[in-house]
């Protein structure tokens, strides 16, 4: 089957970095993808590693070793806002998506 | 600006109805994409479409169909609405392309099924 696996709940300070691993199982895997959601509010991109390696945009930073099948979300600097749920989603056939379960992060004063 | 809409944001309805989910994108997007997302889990795709005419299933398509007839509308039918259908529903677009892949999100539909 095709699944993607993410820790449920990671717990940071304010201010402090905080990695989110997320393993996957899919087949015709073409790159993985991370969205913030928070709550009551809809999915926001924050990143796409088509190829292997680290991809930075700011805060944050995302990686990707295929061969491994493995990927993470990196947040540097943490702030109160981003407190929120964080999925990593595989890309698969085209432009079909598989959506992880989710890691609630919450970020403490 | 460019934008995604649904509507309705909330609907309630009764079991064995027939329901349609209104999505439109002003991005020009060709592809478009349907999830639900329930309590606590990531979101799960329903349909999607890679441009006017053409729809695929996604992994959770039973009960539910769409149509494209153009670019900038993909809706959401459920045939006879069932309790367990009962979600927050999610409208995606999308460019595409080899090393991009945003989706852009709609705000959502709470659909309730009595």
């Known amino acids: 089957g095709q699944s993607l696996e993410q820790p449920s709940e990671v717990t940071a300070v304010e201010g402090a970095i905080v990695q989110i691993n997320c393993t996957y199982q899919?087949?015709?895997?073409?790159?993985l993808s991370w969205y913030q959601q928070h709550d009551g509010g809809a999915p926001t991109f924050l990143s796409y590693n088509a190829l292997d390696g680290l991809e930075e945009t700011g805060r944050f930073s995302s990686f990707l070793s295929r061969s491994d099948s493995y990927g993470y979300l990196l947040l540097q600097e943490l702030q109160m806002k981003d407190s929120a749920s964080y999925f990593c989603?595989?890309?698969?056939?085209?432009?079909?998506?598989?959506f992880g379960a989710g890691t609630r992060l919450f970020v403490k004063a | 600006d460019a934008e995604i809409t649904q509507s309705p944001r909330h609907k309630i309805t009764e079991t064995g109805r027939q329901v349609t989910l209104a999505c439109h994108q002003t991005?020009?997007?060709?592809?478009m994409f349907w999830y639900r997302q329930d309590l606590g889990h990531g979101l799960r795709l329903i349909h999607y479409s890679y441009g006017v005419q053409d729809t695929n299933k996604g992994e959770v398509s039973d009960g539910y169909s769409v149509s494209r007839s153009n670019t900038e509308d993909l809706p959401l039918t459920l045939e006879s609405a069932a309790s367990s259908q009962t979600s927050v529903y999610f409208c995606?677009?999308?460019?595409?392309?080899?090393?991009?892949?945003?989706?852009?999100f709609g705000p959502g539909t709470r659909l309730t099924v009595l």
């Open positions: 991005w020009n997007h060709n592809n």
């Open positions: 989603v595989g890309r698969t056939g085209g432009f079909k998506t598989i």
């Open positions: 899919t087949s015709g895997f073409y790159g």
């Open positions: 995606a677009s999308s460019a595409g392309g080899q090393l991009t892949d945003t989706q852009y």
